[in-house]
């Protein structure tokens, strides 16, 4: 890659440099008249362009591979890929997976590689990467390989199930951030300073309108172009920003990793007893439009893994707040589900069964057929008396305390004890009685 301190020799290893960015035409949107013409001035990815930025230092050394910039929708994937171009010395040509096939991609290749013979050397950005087939994808592998073109490409999907792990493995992942309020509050003060005047908005409704934004730069510069084609008028509220603008749509996917993500973040946070959390998760998910049906099937879940034995009563609690949503709907339905999620999260909490049934099913697989005692086997007929079937067998509500301390695994087989019971909640009653049939048992 050329330093750009040593222009003479970019020319000869790559030849003249890229033209920069044309200015945007006049009455373009205001998002692309306030495009970042340098690197520096790219909002909220400090972590990737800072001084001790991952691409900071990578254009620092004279190194640029082959990269997949990873992020949401607004936050400077394919700016950073033009500028990018720009600062290595590189042609910058650009795809979209959305329009283009497998002859765009060929031809492509064909020019990069006339350009590379040339002395110049290419940078490939494709816009959502991820709609690229299995095979389009490895359509790259020889290209990267020999270097006929550096590729950038974006996604807003999870590169380790979206992208073919050959390609991954020859690219390095950068993870793009959600514009923070300061980032967003820094693109409205670009907005004014180029537009010349402030948005007539109270401190309140500027807050609602970086909320609105959902961390979207180019989302938020569309909201203040709204704004800022107003007449001169009283500033607005909360209550007038509302009714003239609408707010963006969250970020969720039902199907894609958003999903999951939120999903995640609600079952993590009832086990860790956090009910604010948990159902601010909840509502998320709901706001989303995920269907409570999942959510519900989900709760049933916890409270047979996380909450278990420690609370008994949780499991039937979630099977009826799942049957009263399924009874009443949304969203009157919701309620039970959200007073569900407060029930897990400050429920005491125990993964005594889950982890019995692990280790239950692992001792099965080990054990095969092993026939059940003799002494617990039933014997309707004669044949099976004479066999030994049922002898010796103890009636527990016969003994004392209904406990006769017979052994009930397979003959040969050691004892395992697989329930461990906590200390916490209805387990610990359950522990006490177990030690003391142990004891007797001994």
């Not at 013409?37 to 990578?58: F, Y």
């Not at 909360?238 to 999951?260: C, F, V």
């Not at 993500?261 to 609600?266: K, R, Y």
Request: charged content about 25%; some cysteine; aromatic content about 6%.
């Amino acid at each position: 890659m050329a330093s750009r301190r040593q222009p003479e020799i970019a020319d000869d290893l790559f030849g003249p440099p890229p033209t920069a960015p044309q200015a945007p035409a006049e009455g373009a949107p205001l998002a692309d008249r306030l495009r970042p013409r340098k690197l520096e001035e790219v909002a909220g990815q400090e972590h990737l362009l800072g001084p001790e930025g991952t691409l900071s230092r990578m254009l620092a050394r004279g190194t640029l591979p082959s990269l997949i910039l990873w992020g949401p929708p607004g936050v400077g994937k394919t700016t950073i890929a033009r500028l990018l171009a720009e600062a290595a010395g590189l042609e910058f040509v650009s795809l979209s997976a959305v329009f283009s096939g497998v002859a765009d991609l060929k031809r492509a290749f064909e020019e990069a590689r006339a350009r590379r013979r040339a002395g110049r050397r290419t940078l490939l950005f494709v816009d959502e990467v991820h709609r690229f087939n299995r095979a389009q994808q490895d359509g790259f592998l020889p290209v990267v390989e020999d270097g006929t073109v550096t590729l950038v490409g974006a996604t807003t999907e999870n590169p380790s199930f979206a992208l073919n792990g050959a390609l991954l493995s020859r690219c390095q992942v950068l993870v793009l951030k959600r514009l923070d309020d300061g980032a967003i509050e820094s693109l409205l003060s670009r907005a004014e300073a180029l537009e010349g005047r402030s948005l007539p908005l109270t401190p309140e409704a500027r807050a609602l309108l970086r909320a609105m934004a959902d961390g979207d730069g180019r989302y938020a510069l569309n909201l203040a172009e709204q704004v800022l084609a107003l007449p001169d008028a009283p500033k607005l509220d909360e209550t007038g920003l509302q009714s003239l603008l609408a707010k963006r749509a969250a970020l969720y996917d039902k199907d894609r990793e958003e999903h999951y993500n939120l999903i995640s973040a609600l079952h993590k946070s009832m086990r860790g007893s956090d009910p604010d959390a948990a159902l601010y998760w909840f509502a998320r998910m709901v706001h989303g439009g995920e269907d409570p049906r999942y959510i519900a099937r989900r709760l049933a879940r916890f409270a047979a893994e996380d909450v278990g034995m420690a609370d008994p009563s949780a499991l039937p609690l979630a099977l009826a707040a799942w049957e009263s949503y399924e009874r009443l709907g949304s969203p009157e339905g919701e309620l039970g589900l959200a007073q569900l999620v407060v029930h897990l999260a400050t429920a005491p909490k125990s993964n005594a069964v889950y982890v019995a049934w692990k280790a239950a099913q692992s001792l099965a697989r080990e054990t095969g057929s092993l026939m059940p005692p003799a002494h617990i086997l039933n014997a309707p007929t004669k044949l099976m008396k004479s066999l030994g079937y049922g002898a010796g067998y103890e009636y527990d509500h016969d003994a004392e305390d209904a406990f006769s301390g017979q052994d009930y695994f397979p003959e040969g087989m050691a004892r395992a004890e697989l329930y461990q019971p906590t200390e916490r909640g209805a387990e610990k009653e359950i522990a006490r009685r177990m030690r003391e049939w142990a004891r007797r048992r001994g």
